[in-house]
C-alpha cells in the first residue's frame, strides 16, 4: 500500500467526479481483463477515491483523511461496511480503490419506503458491530458517510473520524468538529463527560432525514419508531440513551420483511431444521411486496451460495427464481417469479459473476436451469462471457459436468450459431434424403389400388382430369405429355412433323401408299380413327378408383398414339431412292434390323478361303529373237527433225 506499483494493471479512471467532498474526490473507473467480482454487473467497474498529499489540521498530523479512511475499512471487515480493493500513491496523490459504491445523496429520493428500512438495518448493524466488536466510534453518522453498492444494498463509509472509545475525548471532538456535519453533532458533548453515545444522537438524527416524507403506513411501526428516536436516541442526558445494539430490538426492525432480510443475511449462523422451514415458505412470504423491491434487497442473497448449495433452497426457491415469469403460460405449467424486465435488469448482473465461480455444485445448478433463463442474455453476453465459461467446462474431469455442459452448448447453437460455439471449418457431410417439394401428396379419400398398375405409365397423375376434353386434335394432346423437354433444335422437327401430317391428310396420299407401309403405319390409323370415333361418346360418371384407372390407360393410348404417329412419318421421310419401297427390298430390310445390335460380331472368327496362285506359261523373251520392223519409218519417234 502506498507504493505506486501497487495500481491495478488495466485501470481507467472516469475524467468527471461524481463527487467531491472537503478531503477527496470520488471517481468511478473500470479494471479490464481483471475479475468480474469487483462489480456486480459484471463490467469491472470500481470506485476509487483521490485525496492531495498535505497537512489539514492537527488530527491528520500522521495521516492524510483520504489515508485514515483507508487503514479503518481494511482493518474493519464488515458486509455492511465499504469493501477495500487496494491503494496506492501516484506523485502527490493518493488513491484509494474500492467496490462500486455511489453516494446515497444521489439515490435517496429513488428509493422505496422498505428500501430506507432495510438501508438504516444496515448501517445500524455497522455501528452495532463498531461499538461491541471494535470498542471504536464512527463519529460523522449522516448520510454523507452512506453509500449504495451495485446491487442497492446501504454501506457504511466516511470512517476518517473513526477512533477508538479511549480516544474520545472533547478535545478529539473539538477538533473534528470543523468538518462534521453539523446537524449530527450533539449540543452537549464538549461538556459532557459521557462521550461514548455521539453515534446514538447522530443515528436519531439520520433516521429523522431519511425517512422523511414518508407515510406512517408505508412502514409497520414508523410512527412509534420516530418517535422513540426522538425521546431515547436524542435524550439532552447522554447517559439516558441506549445502546445501538437495543435499537435493533426496536419493532421497526423486526417486522416480516426486515426479518426475511436478517435471515438471509445471517444464513451462516442457522440450523439445517430453521433453513429447511424458511425456504418452505419464503417466496409464498415475498408475493406480498413489491417485485422490483424484493428483487433489488433479495435478489443477491437468494443467489449467493448457501442459498444455492442448501439442499431445500435448490428444491423450492431456486427453481422459481431462476427462471423469468412468462404472463401467456399456462396455468398448469410452473412460472418464474420475477418478470422479465426485473430478471434483466436484477438477476442477470448476478448470474453473469456466478460463471465465473469455479466450484463444481454451483455450476451443476446454473447449468440444470440454462435453458429457462438462456434467453435473457444478450448476443455479446453470450458470446464473450457465456460461451468461455462453458467452454472451459468441458475440459472438467467430472463427467456429469461435461454431460450437463454439452447439453447447454446446444442451447447456444441455434443463438450463436455452430461456428461460433464449435469453431473451426465444417463441410456438408449428410444429405437431405427427402422427396423433392412437389412430389404427388394424396388426398384424403382417394386410394388407388397399385396392385393392378404393372407399368409406371398406369399410376394416377397428380393433374386435375378433365370429362370434357376441348376441341383440340388427339395428336396435340398428346404432344403436351411429353416428359422433358425437347432438345434445342427440336422444336423445327415437330414443327415439320406436324406440317406433313396435315399434307398427307389433304393430298390423300396416305391412302395411295398403304400398301408399301409397314404395319405399325396401319396400327396408327386404326388407332387414331377408333380414337376419333370416340370423341362422340357420353361421358359415364364413374367412381374414383375407376377414374383413376381409366385416366391412367387413356393417357397411355395417346402416348403411344403419339410415339407410332411419329415414326410413320420419320419413315417417310428418311426415304430418298423410289428402289427403297419395294416389296422385297422392304422386307429384307425388316428382316435385317431384327437384330439391330450385335454385341458379339467382333468375336466372330473370321475363316477365309486359302488363296491359290497359278502362274501362267509366258513365252520367254531374248535379244536374240528381236525381228525388226521394215514397216516403220526410221524418223518416227525423233518428234522434230534437224532441218526445223
Not at 311 to 329: E, F, G, M, S, W
Not at 421 to 437: A, E, H, L, M, Y
Amino acid at each position: 500500500m502506498g507504493n505506486e506499483a501497487s495500481n491495478l494493471s488495466g485501470l481507467e479512471v472516469y475524467e468527471k467526479a461524481c463527487d467531491c467532498t472537503d478531503f477527496w474526490s470520488h471517481y468511478q473507473a473500470s479494471v479490464k481483463d481483471s475479475c468480474r467480482y469487483f462489480s456486480v454487473n459484471g463490467n469491472g467497474l470500481i470506485s476509487v477515491f483521490k485525496g492531495e498529499i498535505g497537512s489539514l489540521g492537527p488530527l491528520w498530523t500522521v495521516s492524510t483523511p483520504l489515508e485514515k479512511f483507508c487503514n479503518n475499512i481494511l482493518k474493519y471487515r464488515h458486509p455492511f461496511i465499504v469493501r477495500y480493493i487496494s491503494s496506492w500513491l501516484q506523485r502527490s496523490t493518493f488513491h484509494l480503490a474500492t467496490e462500486y459504491v455511489q453516494p446515497l445523496a444521489h439515490k435517496l429520493t429513488s428509493q422505496t419506503p422498505l428500501q430506507k428500512c432495510i438501508g438504516l438495518n444496515n448501517i445500524l448493524q455497522a455501528l452495532v458491530f463498531l461499538h461491541e466488536h471494535g470498542q471504536v466510534s464512527h463519529n460523522n453518522v449522516c448520510i454523507s458517510s452512506i453509500y449504495i453498492c451495485g446491487d442497492d444494498q446501504w454501506k457504511l463509509g466516511g470512517l476518517q473520524y473513526l477512533c477508538s472509545f479511549s480516544e474520545l475525548t472533547s478535545t478529539y471532538l473539538k477538533q473534528a468538529r470543523l468538518h462534521r456535519y453539523d446537524k449530527a453533532i450533539d449540543p452537549n458533548e464538549e461538556s459532557s463527560e459521557y462521550t461514548a453515545t455521539i453515534d446514538q444522537y447522530a443515528f436519531a438524527v439520520l433516521v429523522d432525514e431519511v425517512l422523511n416524507g414518508c407515510k406512517d403506513d408505508d412502514i409497520p411501526h414508523l410512527k412509534d419508531f420516530k418517535t422513540y428516536c426522538r425521546e431515547c436516541l436524542q435524550n439532552s442526558e447522554s447517559t439516558k440513551r441506549p445502546k445501538l445494539s437495543a435499537v435493533l430490538q426496536h419493532n421497526f426492525f423486526n417486522h416480516e420483511f426486515i426479518l426475511l432480510h436478517k435471515f438471509l443475511s445471517f444464513l451462516a449462523l442457522k440450523t439445517e431444521d430453521e433453513k429447511g422451514e424458511f425456504f418452505s415458505n419464503i417466496l409464498d412470504h415475498l408475493k406480498c411486496y413489491d417485485e422490483e423491491t424484493v428483487a433489488k434487497q433479495f435478489g443477491g442473497l437468494l443467489l449467493s451460495r448457501l442459498v444455492l448449495l442448501d439442499h431445500t433452497a435448490r428444491v423450492n426457491v431456486i427453481p422459481y427464481i431462476l427462471k423469468p415469469r412468462n404472463d401467456r403460460q399456462k396455468n398448469c405449467e410452473q412460472n418464474g417469479f420475477f418478470s422479465l424486465s426485473i430478471f434483466k435488469d436484477h438477476l442477470k448482473p448476478r448470474l453473469l459473476q456466478l460463471f465465473s465461480v469455479r466450484d463444481s455444485q454451483i455450476r451443476m445448478i446454473l447449468l440444470t436451469h440454462f435453458s429457462k433463463y438462456v434467453n435473457v442474455f444478450s448476443h455479446e453476453e453470450l458470446s464473450q462471457q457465456i460461451l468461455p465459461e462453458l467452454l472451459l467446462g468441458i475440459k472438467d474431469i467430472d463427467d456429469n459436468l461435461v454431460s450437463s455442459t454439452l447439453q447447454c452448448l446446444s442451447e447456444l447453437v441455434p443463438i450463436l450459431g455452430a461456428e461460433t460455439v464449435i469453431g473451426g471449418k465444417r463441410s456438408r457431410i449428410f444429405t437431405d434424403g427427402r422427396p423433392n417439394s412437389n412430389s404427388v401428396v394424396k388426398k384424403e379419400g382417394n386410394h388407388v389400388n397399385y396392385n393392378g398398375c404393372n407399368n409406371l405409365n398406369e399410376f394416377s397423375c397428380s393433374e386435375n382430369v378433365y370429362k370434357n376434353v376441348i376441341n383440340q386434335t388427339i395428336y396435340d394432346a398428346a404432344l403436351s405429355l411429353n416428359e422433358r423437354p425437347s432438345p434445342v433444335g427440336g422444336e423445327s422437327i415437330d414443327v415439320e412433323n406436324i406440317s406433313i401430317l396435315e399434307n398427307s391428310k389433304k393430298t390423300g396420299e396416305a391412302e395411295n401408299w398403304d400398301e408399301w407401309d409397314n404395319d405399325s403405319r396401319e396400327t396408327t390409323s386404326e388407332v387414331f380413327n377408333e380414337f376419333k370415333m370416340n370423341e362422340n361418346f357420353i361421358d359415364i360418371p364413374l367412381t374414383n378408383n375407376e377414374k383413376a384407372i381409366d385416366t391412367c390407360s387413356y393417357q397411355y393410348e395417346k402416348s403411344k398414339t403419339h410415339l407410332l404417329q411419329r415414326a410413320a412419318i420419320e419413315a417417310k421421310k428418311n426415304i430418298i431412292d423410289i428402289s427403297e419401297l419395294d416389296i422385297k427390298n422392304t422386307k429384307e430390310q425388316m428382316k435385317k434390323n431384327v437384330d439391330d445390335v450385335d454385341f458379339f460380331a467382333d468375336m466372330t472368327p473370321v475363316i477365309e478361303k486359302q488363296n491359290i496362285i497359278v502362274l501362267s506359261d509366258n513365252n520367254i523373251s531374248s535379244k536374240f529373237n528381236f525381228v525388226p520392223s521394215i514397216e516403220n519409218d526410221d524418223n518416227e519417234g525423233w518428234g522434230e527433225t534437224w532441218n526445223d
